[in-house]
C-alpha cells in the first residue's frame, strides 16, 4: 500500500509541478475573465451617457419624479426637459443630445410618444425613459403597488415531482449544468492525455522495466490512475474558486448574477457521474498506453474516444427539447456519453431517480471494468519494447 501512495504521489507532482499544467490551470480563468470583460466592455460603450431631451405638452412631466436606476453595468442617461421641439431640435443638432421624445397633449389617453433622432438610439435609451414615464404614471399610486408594477411580472414554472423552479430571471442557472458538463469535459481530456502519455514514455524510454522490479503491475497502474484523477480533481477545485469568485465580485455589481444559485441535487449528480467517470477514461486512456508502441498512436485513439464522448452536445438541441426522449435516456445510461449526456439533461428536465441510479450503477461497473483492462494490459503489455499488444490478447489470455 505504501508504493501504491508512492506512485500515486509522484504522478501527480510530475504533472502539477509542470509549467504547462500551471498554464492549461490558469488559462481557463483568465479566457474566462477576458470574455465576460468583453461583454461588459461592450455592454458599457453599447450605454450612451449623452443626454436625452423630452417636449410634454401632456402635463404628466411637469413636476417630474426620477425613474428607476439603471441596472449595472449600463449608465445613467440624463434626461432634459425641452420647451419646444424647435429647441429640442436645435440641441439634437448641436449633438447635445442624442434624442429627444416628444408627449402630445393626448398622451395620457392615447400612450402615443414620438422619437425624433440622427442615429437611432440603443435599448438603455428607451428602457431608461420608459421607466421615468412609468416611475411618474404611478407616483400618486402607494408606494408598495408602484414598486410592484414597476418590477415588472415574473412568471415562476415548478415541477410537481419536486422542489424545482424556474423563471426569467434564473435562466442562466439553466445553463449551468451544460456549463459544468464542458469544465468535466476538459478537466477529464486532459488528465486522461496526461496519463496515456507518460505510460507511453514509460514504456519507450525502459523506465517500466526497472520499475517493475520494485512494486507489482497491479499497484503502478493503480497509483498511476489515482495520481492523475488527483490532478483532474485539482483542476476543478481551481477553476470552481475562481467562478464562485466571480460570482461574488459579479453579484454585487450584476442584477442577474444574484439570481444564480446551485441546487443541492444538482450537485450531488455532478459527484455521482463524475466521479467514476473520471476513473473510468483514465483506466481506459492507460490500457490504451500500454497497448500501443508510439504516443501518436494513442493520441488517435484517444480522439475517437473524445468523439464519442462529445456526441451529447453534437446532439445538443435534440436534447433541448427532447430530453426525456429515448435517444436522450440511452444517451444518458451508455456510461461513455453518460457524464455529459446527464448534466445537459439536467438543466432541461427532471431526470427521474431510476434513471440516476441505473446511470451511475452502470458508470461504476465500467469503472471498475475499465481498470481490470487496464490492469491486465499493463501486465501483458509492459515489457513489450516497440511491439503492440493486440486487444484480442488482453481478453484471450
Given at each position: 500500500m505504501?508504493?501504491?501512495?508512492?506512485?500515486?504521489?509522484?504522478?501527480y507532482?510530475?504533472?502539477?509541478?509542470?509549467?504547462?499544467?500551471?498554464?492549461?490551470?490558469l488559462?481557463?480563468?483568465?479566457?474566462?475573465?477576458?470574455?465576460i470583460?468583453?461583454?461588459?466592455?461592450?455592454?458599457?460603450?453599447?450605454?450612451?451617457?449623452?443626454?436625452v431631451?423630452?417636449?410634454?405638452a401632456?402635463?404628466?412631466?411637469?413636476?417630474?419624479?426620477?425613474?428607476?436606476?439603471?441596472?449595472?453595468?449600463?449608465?445613467?442617461?440624463p434626461?432634459?426637459?425641452?420647451?419646444?421641439?424647435?429647441?429640442?431640435?436645435?440641441?439634437?443638432k448641436?449633438?447635445?443630445i442624442q434624442?429627444?421624445?416628444?408627449?402630445p397633449?393626448?398622451y395620457?389617453?392615447?400612450g402615443?410618444a414620438?422619437l425624433?433622432?440622427?442615429k437611432?438610439?440603443?435599448?438603455?435609451?428607451?428602457?431608461?425613459?420608459?421607466?421615468?414615464?412609468?416611475?411618474?404614471?404611478?407616483?400618486d399610486?402607494?408606494?408598495?403597488?408602484?414598486?410592484?408594477?414597476?418590477?415588472g411580472?415574473?412568471?415562476?414554472?415548478?415541477?410537481?415531482?419536486?422542489n424545482?423552479?424556474?423563471?426569467?430571471?434564473?435562466w442562466?442557472?439553466?445553463?449551468?449544468p451544460?456549463?459544468?458538463?464542458i469544465?468535466?469535459?476538459?478537466?477529464?481530456?486532459?488528465?486522461?492525455?496526461?496519463l496515456?502519455?507518460?505510460v507511453?514514455?514509460?514504456?519507450?524510454?525502459?523506465?517500466m522495466?526497472?520499475?517493475?522490479?520494485?512494486?507489482?503491475?497491479?499497484?503502478?497502474?493503480?497509483?498511476?490512475?489515482?495520481?492523475?484523477i488527483?490532478?483532474?480533481?485539482?483542476?476543478?477545485?481551481?477553476?470552481?474558486?475562481?467562478?464562485?469568485?466571480?460570482?461574488?465580485?459579479?453579484?454585487?455589481?450584476?442584477?442577474?448574477?444574484?439570481n444564480?444559485?446551485?441546487?443541492?441535487?444538482?450537485?450531488?449528480?455532478?459527484v455521482?457521474?463524475?466521479?467514476?467517470a473520471?476513473?473510468?477514461?483514465s483506466?481506459?486512456m492507460?490500457?490504451v498506453?500500454?497497448?500501443?508502441?508510439?504516443?501518436?498512436?494513442?493520441?488517435?485513439?484517444?480522439?475517437?474516444?473524445?468523439?464519442?464522448?462529445?456526441t451529447?452536445?453534437?446532439?445538443?438541441?435534440?436534447l433541448?427539447?427532447?430530453p426525456?426522449?429515448?435517444?436522450?435516456?440511452?444517451?444518458s445510461?451508455?456510461?461513455i456519453?453518460?457524464?455529459?449526456?446527464?448534466?445537459?439533461?439536467?438543466?432541461?428536465?427532471?431526470i427521474?431517480?431510476?434513471?440516476?441510479?441505473?446511470?451511475?450503477?452502470?458508470?461504476?461497473?465500467?469503472?471498475?471494468?475499465?481498470?481490470?483492462?487496464a490492469?491486465r494490459?499493463?501486465r501483458?503489455?509492459?515489457?513489450?519494447?516497440?511491439?503492440?499488444?493486440?486487444w484480442?490478447e488482453?481478453f484471450?489470455?
Amino acid at each position: 500500500m505504501k508504493k501504491f501512495w508512492r506512485v500515486a504521489l509522484h504522478e501527480y507532482g510530475r504533472h502539477v509541478l509542470q509549467k504547462r499544467f500551471i498554464f492549461a490551470l490558469l488559462s481557463v480563468p483568465f479566457f474566462l475573465g477576458m470574455i465576460i470583460l468583453l461583454v461588459v466592455v461592450m455592454v458599457y460603450l453599447e450605454s450612451d451617457p449623452t443626454p436625452v431631451g423630452y417636449i410634454d405638452a401632456s402635463g404628466l412631466l411637469a413636476s417630474p419624479v426620477p425613474g428607476p436606476e439603471p441596472e449595472e453595468p449600463d449608465r445613467p442617461i440624463p434626461l432634459l426637459a425641452f420647451t419646444s421641439e424647435t429647441e429640442a431640435e436645435s440641441a439634437l443638432k448641436a449633438k447635445e443630445i442624442q434624442a429627444y421624445f416628444v408627449l402630445p397633449e393626448d398622451y395620457l389617453e392615447s400612450g402615443q410618444a414620438r422619437l425624433v433622432y440622427v442615429k437611432q438610439p440603443n435599448d438603455p435609451v428607451y428602457d431608461q425613459f420608459f421607466g421615468f414615464l412609468a416611475a411618474n404614471l404611478l407616483r400618486d399610486q402607494p408606494t408598495a403597488i408602484r414598486e410592484r408594477i414597476l418590477g415588472g411580472n415574473e412568471i415562476i414554472v415548478r415541477a410537481p415531482e419536486t422542489n424545482r423552479q424556474s423563471s426569467e430571471k434564473d435562466w442562466f442557472n439553466v445553463l449551468i449544468p451544460f456549463m459544468a458538463g464542458i469544465v468535466f469535459f476538459m478537466a477529464m481530456s486532459t488528465t486522461s492525455g496526461y496519463l496515456l502519455q507518460a505510460v507511453v514514455e514509460e514504456k519507450e524510454n525502459r523506465t517500466m522495466e526497472v520499475v517493475i522490479t520494485s512494486v507489482s503491475p497491479g499497484q503502478f497502474m493503480a497509483g498511476k490512475v489515482v495520481g492523475d484523477i488527483a490532478v483532474g480533481l485539482t483542476q476543478l477545485v481551481v477553476w470552481t474558486l475562481f467562478i464562485w469568485l466571480a460570482l461574488v465580485v459579479g453579484s454585487r455589481y450584476v442584477e442577474w448574477v444574484r439570481n444564480i444559485h446551485f441546487s443541492s441535487e444538482m450537485v450531488l449528480l455532478a459527484v455521482l457521474v463524475m466521479v467514476p467517470a473520471f476513473v473510468m477514461v483514465s483506466a481506459l486512456m492507460a490500457a490504451v498506453g500500454a497497448t500501443v508502441t508510439q504516443a501518436s498512436e494513442g493520441q488517435q485513439v484517444m480522439g475517437f474516444f473524445t468523439l464519442i464522448m462529445w456526441t451529447p452536445y453534437m446532439l445538443m438541441i435534440t436534447l433541448m427539447e427532447h430530453p426525456n426522449s429515448p435517444l436522450s435516456i440511452g444517451l444518458s445510461l451508455f456510461p461513455i456519453t453518460a457524464p455529459l449526456a446527464m448534466l445537459m439533461r439536467a438543466g432541461f428536465t427532471v431526470i427521474p431517480t431510476w434513471q440516476v441510479i441505473t446511470s451511475v450503477s452502470l458508470l461504476v461497473l465500467a469503472a471498475g471494468g475499465s481498470l481490470w483492462v487496464a490492469g491486465r494490459a499493463f501486465r501483458l503489455g509492459m515489457l513489450r519494447y516497440g511491439q503492440r499488444l493486440r486487444w484480442k490478447e488482453v481478453f484471450s489470455r
